[in-house]
Structure formats: structure tokens, C-alpha cells
């Protein structure tokens, strides 16, 4: 559960996506 609220910008883009893949 914590690794996937480590990096939810794959599925989640909050405000900043990071790693957002077109």
C-alpha cells in the first residue's frame, strides 16, 4: 500500500505530473 502511494503520478497525476508516459 505505501509503495503504491510512494509514486501515484504513473496513474494519478496530482497537480505536478512527473512521470507522465503519453
Known amino acids: 500500500m505505501k509503495s503504491m502511494m510512494r509514486r501515484p503520478?504513473?496513474?494519478r497525476?496530482?497537480?505536478?505530473?512527473?512521470?507522465v508516459e503519453p
Not at 13 to 19: C, H, I, L, S, T
Open 9 to 11: 503520478s504513473q496513474f
Open 13 to 19: 497525476p496530482v497537480g505536478r505530473p512527473k512521470k
